[in-house]
């Protein structure tokens, strides 16, 4: 465990630099889960390190797999000095904590919520899992782990998230990209849907 999370860390760094702040978190019954914080320019990154210890289990499955099984890590980007977001550190940890919690496998295309803002004055409390392979590249482990995947994730607000429901992400990303949504806002309001 210790040293996938090593070779994770490892990878964030490479992509994204040097953290320059760092939170903990321990649910009960749950691996502490970190966050850290990259600052680039005028954007600020989070990721989470520890969601991928262990692979994420079917929740079908009789017996979880110790060793394969998809594995993920989480990243957020959002402008800086625009809001209080360095609030999104524990819900950033509770998302992270899902599939040891309740069991799920996190993969693009799906939503979380937190059912709180993300951060104070938020208008999302849920967000989109993203393809990933963008920002910071599949890490590659030794055979028969499957890679570590890190996965951004893209604030909704409610109506957003009740709207992907119907029509699906693809349909919400769509939707998105023909209106010019900065998704990196974190004072952004929900985009037209009708």
Do not use: C
């Not at 320019?41 to 394969?68: E, F, H, N």
């Not at 990243?75 to 819900?91: C, E, I, N, Q």
């Not at 919690?101 to 208008?123: M, N, R, Y």
């Not at 998105?176 to 974190?186: I, S, V």
């Amino acid at each position: 465990m210790g040293e996938v999370l090593a070779l994770v860390e490892a990878r964030l760094r490479t992509a994204l630099g040097e953290p320059d702040a760092r939170a903990a978190v321990t649910f009960l019954g749950t691996d502490r889960i970190e966050v850290l914080r990259f600052m680039d320019g005028d954007l600020v990154r989070y990721a989470t390190l520890g969601m991928s210890a262990q692979p994420m289990a079917d929740p079908t499955a009789a017996l979880a797999d110790p060793v394969k099984g998809p594995r993920a890590e989480l990243v957020l980007t959002v402008r800086a000095g625009l809001a209080d977001t360095d609030k999104v550190l524990r819900p950033l940890a509770v998302l992270a904590a899902t599939p040891q919690v309740e069991g799920v496998i996190v993969a693009a295309g799906a939503s979380l919520d937190v059912g709180d803002p993300l951060w104070p004055g938020a208008a999302f409390s849920s967000v989109l899992v993203a393809e990933s392979g963008g920002l910071v590249g599949d890490l590659e482990l030794d055979e028969p782990m499957d890679p570590v995947r890190f996965l951004p994730l893209l604030p909704m607000t409610s109506n957003e998230a009740a709207w992907k429901r119907v029509h699906g992400a693809q349909a919400l990303e769509e939707r998105w990209l023909a209106q010019g949504t900065d998704l990196r806002d974190p004072l952004r309001r929900s985009v037209n849907l009708d």
